[in-house]
């Protein structure tokens, strides 16, 4: 059974930094790309960040651009998600997936595990 455990979510202020972790049990992510996602109130999920299979390849999107990092550590199993400079626009419950494949996906139907999620919510 592979399941995927997310920790470090929480409340931060506009300006603070936050870094999430996603342990994955039941599965090695090695040569397996990894994604995190979020999810606002009324919003659907959207991708923040990708990793793939080595780590040397990454992709966010604009908004993540220059404040977010995600890496990985295989030997541990787990992807992180480095988040600084803040904005009460971050606030949203933060998934992390794994997808069967080796190089970044960005669609949530690309990935095959999720994990249950941790709430990021940022004070203005």
């Known amino acids: 059974q592979v399941q995927l455990v997310e920790s470090g979510g929480g409340l931060a202020q506009t300006g603070g930094s936050l870094r999430l972790s996603c342990v994955v049990s039941?599965?090695?992510?090695?040569?397996?790309?990894m994604g995190w996602f979020r999810q606002a109130p009324g919003k659907e999920r959207a991708l923040v960040a990708a990793?793939?299979?080595?780590?040397?390849?990454?992709y966010y999107v604009d908004s993540a651009k220059g404040r977010f990092t995600i890496f990985r550590d295989n030997a541990k199993n787990t992807v992180y998600l480095q988040m600084n400079s803040l904005t009460p626009e971050d606030t949203a419950v933060y998934y992390c997936?794994?997808?069967?494949?080796?190089?970044?996906?960005?669609?949530?139907?690309?990935?095959?595990?999720w994990g249950q999620g941790t709430q990021v919510a940022v004070s203005s």
């Open positions: 039941g599965r090695t992510i090695s040569g397996k790309a």
């Open positions: 997936a794994l997808a069967l494949v080796l190089n970044i996906v960005t669609r949530p139907g690309d990935y095959d595990y």
């Open positions: 990793i793939n299979w080595s780590g040397e390849n990454t």
